[in-house]
């Protein structure tokens, strides 16, 4: 048996969620899977879709990780036949007795923005004491692990797995049409799916497609998602009028937001290294080269594992707005959007479940 013990799960969004969600799914071709996650407003429902056995931990955030350490801890100690253990965060671990570990393989899972600490600070200390129970760290990019390295992680223990990527599956017709309803007629039709953070280079993205609309008198900017910069990209998109050009959407259903990203031609998230904040992969380019789409992502942080430059996309410089200009011209001249779309969907067949998972069960064994 497996246990998964998680801060971030779906219905939740977000890529540690995907990651999570997909990952748990996966392991159930492997053995029975029971996992702990915290409770959300749609979990009830969502749960009933899948065949592991799910603990949702609710209450307030300060009482939560101990009242979910404790259920933790006492299935660790009543049973016995759990193989391993599987955290997403080492704060997933921090709480768990050293004593019901034993003889089992503990994998812990980072990303950037967690272990982006000062070495020898307060929490960088705490962090290294908590991780030190795994016996294995899995990075999720190169990137990663270089940051983890630099923060005093050791090195021996980190084994780079990216991320997987559920089995594609075509959108419906109804939701086709809906997505070809949002882009009409405009070409190119770019999109971004990810949290509206300063990290995700939305403003500098919506600042070059004002420029690009000299070219490209037809482009439509689509962004799915939500977060704490959406007011700030709103008024942004007013002054600098592209009510018209611009779209933001959220609280879709999976499958429209695969249909919006079929029905695009470029993915767009220059990423930037904002304070700790730094993105880790990228799990969102994959995805979209699933569909066919070539993504621009930017230099900082761990996209490069996720984008072939000049192959599956282009890697830009997320804090130059004339960087990001030139990529999305360029990527739409001599129609390579769609040379590089078909080798970013090959290329995200690497990325699939049922290939990701055996690189933990190689681990676990």
């Given at each position: 048996?497996?246990?998964?013990?998680?801060?971030?799960?779906?219905?939740?969004?977000?890529?540690?969620?995907?990651?999570?969600?997909?990952?748990?799914?996966?392991?159930?071709?492997?053995?029975?899977?029971?996992?702990?996650?915290?409770?959300?407003?749609?979990?009830?429902?969502?749960?009933?879709?899948?065949?592991?056995?799910?603990?949702?931990?609710?209450?307030?955030?300060?009482?939560?990780?101990?009242?979910?350490?404790?259920?933790?801890?006492?299935?660790?100690?009543?049973?016995?036949?759990?193989?391993?253990?599987?955290?997403?965060?080492?704060?997933?671990?921090?709480?768990?007795?050293?004593?019901?570990?034993?003889?089992?393989?503990?994998?812990?899972?980072?990303?950037?923005?967690?272990?982006?600490?000062?070495?020898?600070?307060?929490?960088?200390?705490?962090?290294?004491?908590?991780?030190?129970?795994?016996?294995?760290?899995?990075?999720?990019?190169?990137?990663?692990?270089?940051?983890?390295?630099?923060?005093?992680?050791?090195?021996?223990?980190?084994?780079?797995?990216?991320?997987?990527?559920?089995?594609?599956?075509?959108?419906?017709?109804?939701?086709?049409?809906?997505?070809?309803?949002?882009?009409?007629?405009?070409?190119?039709?770019?999109?971004?799916?990810?949290?509206?953070?300063?990290?995700?280079?939305?403003?500098?993205?919506?600042?070059?497609?004002?420029?690009?609309?000299?070219?490209?008198?037809?482009?439509?900017?689509?962004?799915?998602?939500?977060?704490?910069?959406?007011?700030?990209?709103?008024?942004?998109?007013?002054?600098?009028?592209?009510?018209?050009?611009?779209?933001?959407?959220?609280?879709?259903?999976?499958?429209?937001?695969?249909?919006?990203?079929?029905?695009?031609?470029?993915?767009?998230m220059p990423s930037i290294i904002y304070k700790k904040s730094v993105e880790g992969f990228?799990?969102?380019?994959?995805?979209?080269?699933?569909?066919?789409?070539?993504?621009?992502?930017?230099?900082?942080?761990?996209?490069?594992?996720?984008?072939?430059?000049?192959?599956?996309?282009?890697?830009?410089?997320?804090?130059?707005?004339?960087?990001?200009?030139?990529?999305?011209?360029?990527?739409?001249?001599?129609?390579?959007?769609?040379?590089?779309?078909?080798?970013?969907?090959?290329?995200?067949?690497?990325?699939?479940?049922?290939?990701?998972?055996?690189?933990?069960?190689?681990?676990?064994?």
């Open positions: 048996m497996f246990l998964v013990n998680t801060r971030n799960f779906p219905p939740e969004l977000g890529g540690m969620q995907v990651l999570m969600g997909g990952l748990s799914v996966a392991l159930l071709n492997y053995g029975p899977v029971k996992i702990f996650a915290e409770k959300h407003k749609n979990s009830d429902t969502h749960d009933k879709k899948f065949r592991y056995d799910i603990t949702r931990v609710s209450g307030i955030k300060l009482f939560r990780k101990f009242r979910k350490a404790n259920l933790v801890n006492n299935y660790l100690k009543e049973n016995s036949s759990i193989k391993a253990l599987i955290a997403d965060h080492w704060k997933s671990l921090e709480y768990l007795n050293e004593k019901y570990l034993l003889n089992k393989k503990i994998l812990c899972l980072i990303h950037s923005k967690e272990i982006n600490h000062p070495i020898n600070s307060s929490i960088n200390k705490r962090m290294i004491k908590c991780i030190s129970k795994a016996n294995f760290i899995i990075s999720n990019s190169n990137f990663t692990k270089g940051l983890a390295v630099n923060n005093g992680i050791d090195e021996n223990k980190i084994k780079v797995i990216h991320p997987g990527i559920s089995f594609y599956e075509e959108p419906d017709e109804n939701n086709i049409k809906a997505a070809e309803n949002v882009f009409k007629d405009s070409f190119p039709c770019l999109i971004t799916v990810a949290r509206f953070v300063k990290r995700k280079g939305h403003d500098k993205t919506i600042m070059a497609i004002r420029n690009l609309k000299e070219k490209f008198p037809k482009i439509k900017y689509v962004c799915i998602g939500s977060g704490d910069e959406e007011k700030n990209l709103k008024k942004l998109v007013q002054e600098l009028k592209l009510e018209n050009i611009v779209i933001f959407i959220n609280n879709i259903s999976p499958d429209l937001k695969s249909a919006l990203i079929k029905k695009s031609h470029l993915f767009v990228g799990i969102a380019f994959i995805e979209a080269g699933q569909h066919g789409v070539p993504s621009i992502g930017g230099k900082d942080g761990g996209a490069s594992d996720a984008i072939i430059h000049n192959k599956t996309g282009l890697i830009c410089n997320g804090n130059d707005l004339d960087s990001i200009y030139q990529s999305i011209k360029n990527i739409f001249e001599e129609d390579r959007y769609l040379k590089f779309g078909k080798n970013a969907k090959e290329f995200s067949k690497q990325f699939e479940w049922s290939k990701i998972i055996k690189e933990y069960i190689e681990l676990l064994n």
